[in-house]
């Protein structure tokens, strides 16, 4: 199975802060890779595609990049509803795997 | 728009079989793989399986290998997924989801329970 390392854990930090989350996996899935957000008792909802496709309806402060086996989502300036966990996830092969998740909360 | 609608909560004992429901609306149901993950409390998120409801192709994760099935019924639109010889550790959040992971049912809690 393809492992999905994410750092960090979690981060304490401000609204108006940059986040930068990042993703490794352990081989390579070209940009088979989604972002995720959660908030508490919610479904995950996807954030980015494809490693750096927006999916519609989500602010542009989210970005995506990498491929191959490195990649990052940053938010440019936090929003107060943007305190929530983040995850991976790797579609190249089944089984999906996910990264262990980041809860960005407030500082 | 789309919408996966999954049945509700379950209480089941250990050794006992559950079976979760997920209804699809707002596409064409045999075009999209679906897939199940599941979530613990306060854990991540785990796959279990997809299958293919135009086909009826499945294929599960070694892990539950033994122990999931899915079905699919495409004249309702809906899957099954049935996790049989539940233990403690099966209490979570179960999720069926599309197969470009961009649309989620609003999970289904079961609890394993003596």
């Known amino acids: 199975d393809i492992q999905m390392t994410q750092s960090p854990s979690s981060l304490s930090t401000s609204v108006g802060d940059r986040v930068t989350i990042t993703c490794r996996a352990s081989?390579?899935?070209?940009?088979?890779l989604n972002w995720y957000q959660q908030k508490p008792g919610k479904a995950p909802k996807l954030l980015i595609y494809?490693?750096?496709t927006l999916q519609s309806g989500v602010p542009s402060r989210f970005t995506g990049s990498g491929s191959g086996t490195d990649f990052t989502l940053t938010i440019s300036s936090l929003q107060p509803e943007d305190f929530a966990t983040y995850f991976c996830?790797?579609?190249?092969?089944?089984?999906?795997?996910f990264g262990q998740g980041t809860k960005v909360d407030i500082k | 728009q789309v919408q996966l609608v999954q049945s509700g909560a379950e209480v089941k004992k250990p050794g006992a079989s559950v079976k979760v429901s997920c209804k699809a609306s707002g596409y064409n149901f045999t075009d999209s793989f679906l897939h199940w993950v599941r979530q613990a409390p306060g854990q991540g998120l785990e796959w279990m399986g997809w299958i293919s409801p135009g086909t009826g192709k499945r294929k599960y994760s070694r892990k539950f290998q033994d122990r999931v099935t899915i079905i699919a019924d495409t004249s309702a639109s809906t899957a099954d997924m049935e996790l049989s010889s539940l233990r403690s550790e099966d209490t979570a959040l179960y999720y069926c989801?599309?197969?470009?992971?961009?649309?989620w049912g609003q999970g289904t809690l079961v609890t394993v329970s003596s």
């Open positions: 494809a490693a750096s």
């Open positions: 081989q390579y899935i070209y940009s088979y």
């Open positions: 989801v599309t197969g470009g992971g961009d649309h």
């Open positions: 996830q790797q579609h190249y092969i089944t089984p999906w795997t």
